[in-house]
Nanobody, 121 residues
Framework: QVQLVESGGGLVQPGGSLRLSCVASGSGFSIYPMAWYRQAPGKQRELVAS???????NYADSVKGRFTISRDNAKNTVYLQMSSLKPEDTANYYC???????????????WGQGTQVTVSS
């Protein structure tokens, strides 16, 4: 059984920064790709960033240059460093354990409960 627990969300002004964390329970963390998704009210959940078991990363165009995904396999933790935040980044952010197929990230069945990020002045 895998559990994912996100933290680090909050209210931040435009231009500010936040660092999200996701701790995974269970074995095998280091062999799986991980990702961050977000979902704003009335919108579909979207892939924000993904990271391979050993470092390779991908980002949505909307966050490139502003967000950085990283992982610490010794701590079973994946991070999302968010900078230059915009109001349109407001959403509930979820981490996910998945797979890469044909170079694309495919979400797995394990999701956390999410952490709310609100960007507002």
């Amino acid at each position: 059984q895998v559990q994912l627990v996100e933290s680090g969300g909050g209210l931040v002004q435009p231009g500010g920064s936040l660092r999200l964390s996701c701790v995974a329970s269970g074995s095998g963390f280091s062999i799986y790709p991980m990702a961050w998704y977000r979902q704003a009210p009335g919108k579909q959940r979207e892939l924000v960033a993904s990271i391979a078991p050993i470092a390779g990363t991908n980002y949505a165009d909307s966050v490139k240059g502003r967000f950085t995904i990283s992982r610490d396999n010794a701590k079973n933790t994946v991070y999302l460093q968010m900078s230059s935040l915009k109001p349109e980044d407001t959403a509930n952010y979820y981490c996910n354990r998945g797979q890469y197929r044909s170079g694309a990230y495919n979400p797995g069945d394990y999701w956390g409960q999410g952490t709310q990020v609100t960007v507002s002045s």
